[in-house]
């Protein structure tokens, strides 16, 4: 399967910057996510990528080629606001639009009725889109996207308003197509939904790139974290000690951020002063405490 590669595309509203030279691709077999604060530039990026809206500058390339409108058929795109024909029924409409991406008849039946069944659809499969919950609007968006059999899919904050189950059914799904080679990038601002599952994960800030990698490339040069669980501690016992900021505290369990000159001997020593300690560990930034952090100024 080939990558989708975003290469220094920009764009303009006026003299409001949308895009600045945003890069970066979405490689065969990965799922790829996509996060920044509302109007970073996520959804201005993925219209570019379908070709909805057109870049002043940089360009969109598929299997190593700039993107057409063949290319496009090949595309599974899942918009943030639901692209549904609301007083449709649920099956002719997967029906319709698999076959405007050249499916038979036959094909595009077939596949309708298998996403309809893998998304727990099948009681709803003659009602109408809008007499759904939001919840099953967004399953059927997800297999609207999906029923061609696309070459590679761009989904626009493809979890909001879905309950547990069919978050795992969501992930589930995209899991399977990246293994299936599929190049897979989606925009989400549950942070710990995209920790977990993807593979790489860039952050867009105010339309340009600040930060893409792995969450453990992304987050191996930050500061220094410490779990320090002390149950008899005085509250800010760890406040006086240079080089170290507090940046959690609940009774008993204190987390610091240390300088890299600090030794964490030190803490340990004056952890030991107020009583028993019964943890002591190092731990890397979660990727919202990183996205906190690179959105409010700390670019890497």
């Known amino acids: ?32 996510g996509f996060v920044g604060s509302n109007g970073a530039g996520k959804t201005t990026t993925m219209r570019i990528a379908l070709g909805v809206l057109a870049a002043d500058a940089g360009e969109v390339r598929f299997d190593g080629a700039p993107v057409t409108h063949e290319t ?23 029906v319709y639009l698999a076959e405007l991406h050249g499916l038979s008849t036959n094909e595009a039946h077939r596949s309708a009725e298998n996403w309809i069944a893998r998304l727990g659809l099948a009681g709803r499969r003659l009602d109408e889109v809008q007499k759904l919950s939001l919840g099953n609007q967004q399953r059927v968006q997800l297999a609207a996207a999906l029923v061609h059999d696309p070459a590679v899919l761009v989904l626009d904050e493809p979890f909001s308003g879905l309950d547990p189950i069919a978050v795992d059914v969501m992930s589930e799904v995209l899991r399977e197509k990246a293994a299936a080679g599929v190049p897979v990038v989606f925009s989400s601002h549950q942070l710990d939904l995209v920790e ?6 860039g952050i867009i800030r105010s339309g340009r790139m600040v930060a893409c990698g792995s969450v453990d490339e992304l987050t191996a040069d930050a500061s220094s974290q410490l779990v320090v669980r002390v149950p008899e501690a005085h509250p800010g016992w760890a406040k006086q000690l240079a080089g170290v900021r507090v940046v959690g505290e609940e009774p008993g369990s204190t987390v610091l951020e240390l300088d890299p000159a600090v030794d964490d001997q030190v803490v340990l020593e004056a952890a030991l002063a107020t009583g028993p300690v019964r943890e002591f560990r190092r731990r890397r930034p979660t990727l919202a405490e990183l996205f906190r952090n690179v959105v409010t100024g700390g670019e890497r």
């Open 72 to 94: 496009r058929t090949r595309i599974g795109y899942m918009p943030e606001e639901r692209g549904l024909y609301p007083k449709m029924k649920v099956l002719p409409q997967l």
């Open 1 to 32: 399967m080939p990558d989708l590669e975003i290469d220094r595309v920009s764009k303009h509203y006026g003299d409001v910057v949308a895009l600045d030279e945003v890069s970066f691709d979405v490689r065969a077999g990965e799922l790829f």
């Open 196 to 201: 977990r599952l993807c593979d790489r994960v």
